[in-house]
């Protein structure tokens, strides 16, 4: 039923569940399993020059999250199991909610699971959650795993 599935991650204790729920589903149906984190950029060029950051030394730290991201990622898998279903890290920058439905779109993925959660607050009345936004905006069926506070 399900070839390729996404699951996008913040890599928090908080949606460890959303992890756990989508690496069964790939042992279940034998599916490649992507593990998705998004990177919203929190500065542009311009206003670094303003502030005087030096666009390198923010790459660099970016590129130093990125490699403790894919080892966090690995470790969590490790703990489940060592389980021969085929596993992909990938880390995008961008805006989550954009990046895991264009993500989805380019690997022609069956499903994506996301973590939720339902406290509701002001910013995510206003402006909308990243789980609302690819549940409205995906082509694939999505799957929201209740995380736990």
Same mark, same amino acid.
């Given at each position: ?42 500065? /542009?060029? !311009?206003?670094?020059?303003? %502030?005087?950051?030096?666009?390198? @030394? $923010?790459?660099?730290?970016? *590129? ?19 389980? /021969?279903? !085929?596993?992909?890290?990938? %880390?995008?920058?961008?805006?989550? @909610? $954009?990046?895991?439905?264009? *993500? ?46």
């Amino acid at each position: 039923m399900f070839k390729k599935i996404i699951c996008a991650t913040e890599l928090t204790n908080l949606d460890t569940n959303c992890i756990k729920k989508a690496f069964q589903l790939a042992i279940t149906f034998n599916a490649q399993l992507i593990l998705l984190k998004a990177f919203e950029e929190f500065m /542009d060029k !311009d206003e670094m020059g303003m %502030l005087r950051v030096k666009v390198d @030394s $923010v790459q660099e730290e970016f *590129e130093k999250i990125a490699l403790e991201t894919k080892s966090k990622m690995k470790a969590i898998i490790d703990d489940l199991s060592s389980s /021969d279903i !085929d596993i992909e890290y990938t %880390l995008k920058e961008g805006k989550a @909610s $954009v990046v895991i439905c264009a *993500e989805a779109e380019k690997v022609q993925a069956d499903l994506i699971v996301l973590g939720g959660s339902d406290k509701a607050s002001l910013s995510k009345f206003i402006l909308g959650s990243t789980t609302s936004y690819v549940i409205e905006h995906a082509d694939v069926p999505v799957l929201v795993v209740p995380i736990s506070e």
